[in-house]
């Protein structure tokens, strides 16, 4: 499990598939979603606008498995 440590604020699936170069535009992720097995925190999710929060785990198969950890760069 690969922990990814974000600080812009809380972003989307198809945001964060952009984030890791998974896809190359916003437009894929719907595609990408449809076509791959995908969980979040062990239930299928298929909606590219589906929040991460912190301590959320995304599942994506052979691309990995992510924890999602915020961070605040202010302290």
Known sequence: MEIVQLSDGIIT???FLKHQSIIQSGG???W???E???YLND???NRRGKKL???DVLD???FGVYRIEY???TI
Do not use: S
């Open 60 to 62: 994506l198969g052979e």
């Open 53 to 55: 929060h912190h301590g």
């Open 71 to 73: 961070v605040d760069e």
């Open 36 to 38: 791959n097995e995908v």
């Open 13 to 15: 699936i198809g945001q």
């Open 32 to 34: 990408f979603l449809a």
């Open 43 to 45: 239930e299928p999710e």
């Open 28 to 30: 894929e992720a719907k």
